[in-house]
């Protein structure tokens, strides 16, 4: 047995082996997805790929490793019929060949494959038992999962073999992760989660639930783990080269300080780059599985249970459960807040903008002027309020007594409150009222309007050919109204006519304390036109039933964009009615009320997130770092580790401190809450950057990460890390390493 893996190591390392495996590899992955795309067209493809994807697996073959292959190919199958699955697909099969050929010529493919094969052989009888089942599916998702992890880390090893101290000891730091216990352990637990979180969805969820719980805790869970590890791994790196001495005799080749401590961190980052790497993966390939799997009311994907086809331009839609998975949780969409009257520029000059658009009288006003007399109208209203509560005081015993100076003194905090006041009227209908929300959509617009513009020639033009061929009567008013919808359904059935992008309301009622059995009618009209228009009487158009505290969201064509006025295209006017049969007030908190749109696919979004991560973890293993160079490894660790939930708090504890006073309602000073405040204020301003950003539950929501946003991360999250790097290094040099180290 050992000469026969002798020979077996001789051979995966030789050269000859490595060039016809690679030339072997590349024609195969070529030629699956060459076969795969030509099954995925063929004629009676869907109707296959449904019957088999409505069948329940059974037997010892389809429950195990085989099934799962099974069920990988018609996911690939459901892609390839799709212009962004084909890219998708393209791609991976790009970096699995990739991946494939690295292997190869790491000298490890047959050891590999071997692996794999006892890995499965181990996980097979376990996932057919129900006893053991979800245990096999664990074991079956972590040997690929392991094996990526080993093939990376190997990669990484050679990338970081130049001659300099730096990359030395960033790879030092690789083969230190491995040998390392704390981090070993992160590191196991952080693969059995990737590999044990699927099971813990249920198939009785809508899919868009189950594709929002992975999202979430597919990228959540494993970024906790690996900041957890940043944490311990970074401190104890440098911290116990000093207690044991090791550091002797590095700083002796000579190492100097900085180069020190930028290789520690490198090495952590690129661990961290390998782990979110195998972690990413993991989570986008089990998404896109579970993106075409059957949604609600489906047999497969975009086959409804009738087996009819509801793809784009088909006589049959979609399931809600479909749609909203692909255009609200699959998608990179921007959030706009309605434009409330305010006394900002930005506000006013909006304000003034639709005054224009609406009033002839102000056609080009003196701008300065006008939105001067705008704000002068609306302080002018608010000093109204607040003096008509100052008179009513007045009239009062217990202020009375205070005299007129105790009185005036009332008159900033009633001022405060009077403003809050406004603004919360601002997001409220109260029962038989309606409320007016503004939406600035012109950019968005801009951008579309091209594309509109273009799809409704090309129907004007089908319609003037059926005119000129006499199918139509130009003067019938009737017949060309209906021939326009019919020259869209048809040029969308063939597929020519551009696909109109769709935007979401998305919005939370509150009203009360949310009662969650509470169900309110609430109507709703976009620039005019009562929306959504549901069938049946004229008063039920625009209804739509809604609970308390859910968020809930509808869609609506970008047509309803174009308004009359071309100074208003772009100009959103929601109007929201609530009836007088709602028993209380409801208000749309801030943040509660948005306008998406669609900026992108989710993939690029995708990677942007998994960008952010990595610069979050970046400035925890800064962190770390810096404070290992002189504190011992429990004290670093602990305040590491008090750095990182201050962080990650820092968003909360903004909002915290709105309602966290100083002062009772008599005006009372609370001393000893100052202080809590202070440092309170100082942490919320110094991890501001950091904890605004949220990556998962973003992508789990579908909004988009912008490039913007991640350039801004970038740079006051990398000018911090290198802050702590600096103070490590200042640290650091002035350390008798052979005296710190020795007593």
Do not use: C
């Not at 903008?353 to 701008?367: E, F, Q, S, Y």
């Not at 009622?509 to 009209?525: K, M, R």
């Not at 993939?603 to 293993?621: P, S």
């Amino acid at each position: 047995m050992s000469e026969l893996l002798s020979r077996i190591g001789r051979l995966q390392h030789a050269r000859r082996y490595k060039i016809i495996a690679s030339i072997v590899v590349t024609l195969l992955v070529v030629g699956v997805i060459g076969a795969l795309w030509v099954a995925a067209n063929s004629a009676d493809a869907e109707a296959g790929r449904a019957a088999r994807m409505s069948e329940t697996p059974t037997g010892i073959i389809a429950q195990g490793p085989i099934g799962a292959v099974s069920g990988a190919y018609d996911t690939l199958l459901a892609q390839l019929t799709t212009g962004e699955g084909i890219a998708t697909v393209s791609i991976g099969g790009a970096f699995v060949l990739a991946g494939l050929i690295g292997v190869i010529w790491l000298g490890l493919s047959l050891t590999y494959v071997a692996a794999l094969a006892v890995g499965w052989a181990v996980a097979w009888p376990l996932m057919v038992l129900d006893g053991t089942r979800d245990f096999g599916l664990m074991l079956f998702g972590a040997v690929p999962l392991v094996l990526a992890l080993l093939t990376l880390l190997s990669l990484a090893r050679i990338l970081l073999s130049a001659p300099t101290p730096t990359f030395a000891i960033a790879k030092n730091v690789l083969s230190e992760a491995v040998r390392m216990k704390i981090s070993l352990v992160f590191i196991v637990i952080l693969l059995l989660l990737l590999a044990v979180t699927p099971t813990v969805l249920t198939e009785d969820q809508a899919l868009r639930y189950r594709v929002q719980q992975w999202l979430t805790y597919g990228l959540g869970l494993p970024f906790g783990v690996l900041a957890l590890l940043t944490v311990f791994f970074s401190t104890a790196s440098v911290a116990f080269e000093q207690r044991d001495k090791i550091i002797w005799q590095t700083m002796t080749k000579p190492v100097r300080p900085h180069e020190y401590l930028v290789g520690k961190w490198m090495g952590v980052m690129t661990l961290n780059l390998i782990l979110l790497t195998v972690s990413a993966s993991g989570v986008f390939l089990f998404t896109e599985y579970l993106r075409y799997q059957p949604a609600e009311n489906e047999r497969a994907y975009m086959v409804d249970l009738q087996g009819n086809p509801t793809r784009t331009g088909s006589d049959y839609l979609p399931s809600d459960d479909r749609r909203i998975l692909e255009n609200q949780v699959l998608a990179a969409r921007v959030g706009v807040e309605p434009i409330l009257y305010e006394l900002s520029d930005e506000s006013l000059d909006f304000y003034l903008d639709v005054a224009i658009a609406t009033d002839d009288d102000l056609d080009n006003p003196d701008r300065p002027r006008v939105r001067q007399e705008m704000r002068a109208g609306h302080l002018e209203n608010i000093n109204a309020i607040v003096e008509r509560r100052l008179e009513s005081l007045r009239q009062q015993a217990d202020y009375f007594e205070a005299g007129e100076a105790g009185i005036e003194a009332q008159r900033d905090k009633i001022e405060s409150k009077v403003r809050e006041d406004v603004a919360i009227a601002a997001r409220s209908v109260s029962p038989g009222t309606f409320r007016v929300f503004f939406f600035d959509l012109r950019d968005q617009w801009a951008r579309f309007e091209r594309l509109y513009e273009r799809g409704i020639t090309m129907i004007e033009d089908e319609v003037q050919r059926r005119v000129k061929a006499g199918e139509l009567d130009e003067d019938n008013s009737a017949q060309m109204q209906n021939a326009f919808l019919d020259a869209q359904l048809t040029l969308q059935r063939e597929g020519r006519l551009p696909e109109m992008p769709q935007l979401t309301l998305r919005y939370t009622v509150d009203a009360g304390t949310n009662d969650p059995t509470a169900i309110y009618d609430l109507f709703f009209a976009i620039n005019g036109e009562p929306y959504p228009p549901n069938p049946g009487p004229i008063e039920a158009q625009g209804l739509r039933r809604v609970g308390l505290g859910v968020a809930t969201s509808f869609d609506f064509p970008i047509r309803l964009l174009d308004r009359p006025k071309d100074e208003l295209d772009g100009v959103l006017e929601l109007q929201i009615a609530s009836p007088t049969i709602n028993p209380r007030t409801i208000t749309f908190a801030e943040g509660n009320i948005e306008v998406f749109y669609d900026a992108g696919g989710y993939q690029l979004n995708f990677l942007r997130t998994i960008a952010i991560m990595w610069i979050k973890l970046g400035f925890i293993a800064a962190v770390g770092i810096a404070l290992a160079s002189f504190l011992s490894f429990p004290v670093a660790a602990l305040v590491t580790l008090a750095v990182l939930f201050a962080a990650e708090g820092a968003d909360y504890l903004t909002e915290s401190l709105q309602s966290y006073i100083s002062k009772d309602a008599k005006g009372n000073i609370y001393w000893w809450r100052i202080p809590i405040r202070l440092i309170s204020f100082v942490v919320a301003w110094m991890f501001e950057t950091y904890g605004s950003l949220k990556p998962a539950e973003g992508i789990a929501d579908g909004k988009l990460m912008q490039w913007s946003t991640l350039a801004r991360a970038a740079l006051w999250i990398g000018l911090w890390s290198v802050g702590m790097l600096a103070v490590g290094w200042a640290a650091f040099r002035r350390k008798e390493l052979a005296i710190y180290s020795g007593h």
